[in-house]
């Protein structure tokens, strides 16, 4: 059974940084894609990051530049550095795991920027 579990979400104030961590259990974790979604209050989920296994990266245009995701396959943990936070960064952040047809999700970190 493949788990997901986030952690790192918080209240930060605008412009400061926060690290979220998704560790990975029940899968082969190099095999899969593995991103960062998030849902604000109202809206619909979107992606924010993801990153293949070999580590070729993709970026929503309003993270570009701020946001940095990255993976450690022998410690099958994916992370999401954000620095430059804004009040529109404020969001549920959920860790997936794709490969083919199927998907996985974690469980979801929240993070505020408010000050």
């Known amino acids: 059974q493949v788990q997901l579990v986030e952690s790192g979400g918080g209240l930060v104030q605008p412009g400061g940084s926060l690290r979220l961590s998704c560790a990975a259990s029940?899968?082969?974790?190099?095999?899969?894609?593995m991103g960062w979604y998030r849902q604000a209050p109202g809206k619909q989920r979107e992606l924010v990051a993801r990153?293949?296994?070999?580590?070729?990266?993709a970026y929503a245009d309003s993270v570009k530049g701020r946001f940095t995701i990255s993976r450690d396959n022998a410690q099958n943990t994916v992370y999401l550095q954000m620095n430059s936070l804004k009040p529109e960064d404020t969001a549920v952040y959920y860790c997936?795991?794709?490969?083919?047809?199927?998907?996985?999700w974690g469980q979801g970190t929240q993070v505020t920027v408010s000050s």
């Open positions: 997936n795991a794709a490969k083919m047809a199927y998907n996985a």
């Open positions: 029940g899968l082969v974790f190099g095999t899969y894609v």
């Open positions: 990153i293949t296994s070999v580590g070729w990266t």
